[in-house]
């Protein structure tokens, strides 16, 4: 029983640090000529127009109207 318990918990660590090893940083370029960079893939919210994102530089997550970003693209870590 305890060695079930055991896989289990080994392949939930290692199937998180599989994902989190996945997220990359990207580069939002805004119509305002601003660079944002952020700590993984921003999020679109469709029904209200914004993007969500971590910003890497302060750490907190902020929100940016569609309409102002001018590209989205992925960064070499």
Same mark, same amino acid.
Do not use: H, W
């Given at each position: 029983?305890?060695? $079930? ?7 939930? #660590? #290692?199937?998180?640090? /599989? ?7 990207? #580069?939002? $370029? /805004?119509?305002?000529?601003k660079t944002i960079v952020t700590d993984g893939k921003p999020?679109? +919210? +469709?029904? /209200? ?13 902020e929100q940016i109207n569609r309409d102002r970003? $001018?590209?989205?693209?992925?960064? +070499?870590?």
């Amino acid at each position: 029983m305890q060695n $079930k318990i055991l896989m289990a918990s080994v392949f939930a #660590a #290692a199937t998180l640090f /599989t994902v989190a090893g996945c997220s990359s940083n990207q #580069a939002v $370029k /805004t119509t305002d000529g601003k660079t944002i960079v952020t700590d993984g893939k921003p999020q679109v +919210d +469709d029904d /209200t127009g914004l993007v969500s994102y971590k910003n890497a530089e302060t750490g907190q997550t902020e929100q940016i109207n569609r309409d102002r970003v $001018k590209t989205m693209n992925e960064l +070499d870590n």
